[in-house]
């Protein structure tokens, strides 16, 4: 098994911003994160299969956080203007997502056997998400579901772990991790 410096190594390879180990202690789904899900003010919410109500009560959520011992929270920033419907920051959450796939590959043939990758955001890989026709997910094995997702406070966490969690016009700080 890869020892985090590894993996934070690896990371930098693929181009993620910043990564460093933290415990998945720390993930803690919150009925406060999924009541902002339901507000649906992004418009994802029972319209994409990252989304709640799709990926499982907080319960279940808690149950599959539990199952690692080891994470590492990552970041990719690039800049972006950050308004809606802008292609150019689609681009970079797909890119983040793709990044994750990878080091969910890497680590699972250096020896991990279970491996959970959480990129940010709304699934993206397919132009709209099929869930908005009651059809099946396209690519069932390379969706996954983000923190925000999860019910996870993702700007406290950054806090508590002494990373930026500012909001800036002209640059997109995406947040996910990798658990194994
Ligand atoms: S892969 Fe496509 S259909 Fe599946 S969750 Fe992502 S956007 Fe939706």
Redesign the pocket.
């Known amino acids: 098994m890869l020892s985090p410096e590894e993996i934070i190594e690896y990371s930098k390879r693929l181009g993620i911003s910043f990564a460093r180990a933290f415990p998945p202690g720390l993930l803690i789904p919150q009925e406060r994160v999924r009541g902002y899900c339901r507000e649906n003010k992004c418009g994802s919410y029972n319209r994409?299969?990252?989304c709640p109500p799709s990926i499982g009560t907080l319960e279940e959520i808690r149950e599959r956080l539990g199952q690692f011992q080891q994470g590492i929270i990552l970041q990719y920033s690039q800049p972006a203007v950050i308004e809606k419907g802008n292609r150019e920051l689609q681009k970079t959450k797909i890119d983040f997502h793709l990044k994750i796939l990878k080091l969910e590959e890497f680590l699972k043939k250096t020896g991990a056997e279970n491996v959970m990758g959480m990129p940010g955001g709304?699934?993206?890989?397919?132009r709209?998400?099929?869930?908005v026709e009651s059809?099946?997910?396209?690519?069932?094995g390379?969706?996954r579901f983000s923190l925000e997702a999860a019910g996870i406070d993702v700007l406290g966490l950054l806090a508590q772990l002494g990373m930026d969690n500012r909001f800036y016009p002209d640059k997109i700080n995406w947040t996910g991790c990798v658990l194994y």
């Not at 709209?128 to 869930?131: D, G, S």
């Not at 059809?135 to 069932?140: E, F, G, L, S, V």
């Open positions: 994409n299969y990252s709304s699934c993206g890989l397919c709209t998400c099929r869930a059809r099946p997910c396209r690519h069932p390379r969706m």
